[in-house]
């Protein structure tokens, strides 16, 4: 028996085989997600021992300074690392966790309120993840969850509440073509030029088109020397 895969189906099959690529050592990082490291509130942190800036510095060999916007972790950063980093580092605007397959959503709780750049990219990251992301970081712009592969179309609900975010990378083998649609309301959202996307484009500029047509020009009319705005009136007559 043959199937016809349309445009959005093609997409959605790229990522499952992306998926099946994955490294069984990731694999295993993704089973033990709900044994997290529990990070104690970055106030509370000391300042030496294993949660402590110093430990950072001596465990990953970095040079990052408090003032730094921009930050980036090697893989065998923990979640403990980013609370460190987002507590120290007032000015962060990027982070960027490439290939930091034992950061869970346990580090997203600590994340830069301000932040506008985040590499979740490989990172052990599922919707309730995605939900700290979109409650602490409503300014951001790029998010990608490239090889998240536990995130769902719950996980990108959550998203909407992003309204600034311009690009999404995002390959979980468990969403669906409803899941992206939804995101089609963010306005300025682009999620590259993968086939498969034609439905979120198209979709989006349908939702565009609408809310442009729901705002009416106004103009002002003079009545005794007073300017009153006026709704320019519809087609039918209807203001």
Request: aromatic share 4%; proline share 5%; net charge neutral.
């Amino acid at each position: 028996m043959c199937f016809e895969l349309n445009d959005m189906d093609s997409f959605l099959v790229r990522s499952i085989i992306c998926h099946c690529l994955r490294t069984k050592s990731n694999t295993s990082a993704r089973r033990k997600m709900s044994h997290g490291l529990a990070v104690p509130p970055p106030q509370t942190l000391p300042a030496n021992g294993p949660y402590s800036w110093g430990s950072l510095a001596d465990r990953n060999g970095l040079l990052i300074k408090p003032d730094s916007s921009e930050v980036s972790l090697p893989s065998t950063a923990i979640d403990t690392d980013v609370a460190l980093v987002s507590h120290e580092c007032k000015q962060l605007r990027e982070l960027d966790l490439l290939g930091c397959s034992r950061i869970t959503d346990i580090a997203l709780r600590y994340l830069p309120t301000e932040l506008a750049h985040l590499n979740l990219h490989g990172c052990i990251v599922s919707d309730d993840g995605l939900k700290c992301v979109a409650e602490r970081c409503r300014n951001l712009l790029a998010l990608d969850l490239f090889l998240c592969d536990a995130i769902t179309d719950r996980g990108l609900s959550h998203l909407k509440a992003l309204k600034k975010l311009q690009m999404l990378k995002i390959t979980s083998p468990l969403i669906t073509r409803n899941g992206l649609l939804q995101l089609a309301e963010l306005p300025d959202l682009s999620m590259g030029q993968s086939p498969g996307l034609e439905e979120f484009y198209e979709a989006q500029r349908r939702l565009k088109s609408t809310a442009s047509s729901t705002i009416t020009p106004t103009s002002a009319h003079k009545l005794n020397g007073n300017e009153y705005p006026v709704t320019a009136r519809s087609k039918n007559g209807v203001s």
